[in-house]
């Protein structure tokens, strides 16, 4: 059974209609259940809280002047989609854990993590982690747009920013700065060096101030041309790479399902050497699709290694 101080935070948090605090108070008492021993309650509890989380997202339209700038869109994903190394996953899952602990953290003058860089290779799943993440937090999930704000708004960039973080204050939600090179890398062009630096420093500033609860999250496929400033600025740096044969034998799994042939793990670890997730997870659809059109009902080893071609040579060019 619950304690008395669960009980009382429950029914406080329900009454006053705190949404965030009741699924708090909720997640305790199934904590609490768990480390009772009363493991199948605990599921229940979990699953039933997951129902309330997962359908609450309400999307806000944007002023037009952002609505260029910022997308919202609906997350789909679950953790469970997500093919990583255990280490990552165990990295995300402690995100997820101090938010839904938050209050305690505080208590004790501390912050969960919320300030977040993904760094690694294009289609391994950074901005796949942003909107699960939203998802599971059952938070709205904008994406800024960053080249937008570094070409169409040259010259105001720092302006635009500041109303970006003026939103990310006011209303709680996942704010992905995709393709945060975009910052970064023109730094160092030739010309508009100077504003450049500008936004780049305000940018630093904005996030280094932000007391929100809102989740930042910034994106890059190139940690070299970031500043080294940047980094200390955010509470955790995940880092992404291309997928090792476990992964490749899960992002396979998942992705073909029942039309999953007979299949060697191992040759197809060979035959993508190189391919990312999303490559990998393009080249299963592409046999699904093959495979519905041909009338068959299996995707075999010939038929996976032609789709995995095709994306290998994708890129070539003769
Ligand atoms: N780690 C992953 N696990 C499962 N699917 C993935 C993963 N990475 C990429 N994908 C697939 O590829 C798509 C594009 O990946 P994305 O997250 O946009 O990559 P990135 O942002 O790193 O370039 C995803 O929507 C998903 O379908
Ligand atoms: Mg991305």
Not at 218 to 241: E, G, K, M, P, V
Not at 243 to 251: A, C, F, M, R, V
Request: glycine share 6%.
């Amino acid at each position: 059974m619950a304690t008395g101080d669960q009980l009382k935070s429950l029914i406080k948090s329900g009454l006053e209609d705190d949404k965030d605090r009741f699924i708090t108070a909720a997640l305790q008492v199934a904590a609490h259940e768990a480390r009772q021993g009363h493991g199948a309650l605990a599921k229940e509890l979990r699953s039933l809280i997951d129902k309330v989380k997962i359908s609450r997202v309400k999307v806000i339209p944007f002023t037009p002047d952002l609505k260029d700038l910022v997308l919202s869109t609906e997350p789909g994903d679950r953790l469970s989609d997500l093919v990583v190394s255990d280490a990552l996953k165990n990295r995300i899952e402690k995100i997820l854990n101090e938010y839904h602990h938050k209050e305690k953290l505080f208590k004790h003058g501390l912050h969960n993590r919320r300030k977040i860089l993904l760094v690694g290779p294009p289609g391994t799943g950074k901005t796949m982690t942003a909107s699960v993440i939203a998802k599971e937090l059952g938070m709205p999930f904008y994406t800024v747009q960053m080249d937008k704000l570094v070409n169409k708004f040259m010259g105001e960039t720092s302006a635009k920013l500041r109303q970006i973080f003026d939103v990310i204050k006011d209303r709680k939600g996942i704010f992905l700065f995709d393709e945060f090179d975009a910052i970064g890398a023109e730094r160092n062009a030739d010309n508009d060096v100077g504003e450049m630096r500008r936004v780049l420093n305000s940018f630093l500033q904005f996030i280094e101030n932000d007391k929100s609860e809102s989740f930042i999250i910034a994106a890059t496929n190139n940690l070299s041309i970031l500043d080294q400033a940047l980094f200390r600025r955010f509470d955790d740096i995940l880092h992404y790479d291309l997928p090792d044969e476990k992964e490749i034998k899960s992002l396979i799994e998942n992705c073909l399902g029942s039309y999953k042939g007979t299949l060697s793990i191992k040759k197809v670890t060979v035959e993508s050497k190189d391919l990312s997730h999303a490559e990998i997870t393009q080249a299963c659809r592409d046999a699904i699709k093959e495979v519905i059109l041909k009338d068959k009902s299996k995707v075999n080893m010939s038929l996976l290694k032609s789709m995995i071609d095709d994306r290998k040579n994708a890129y070539k060019r003769d």
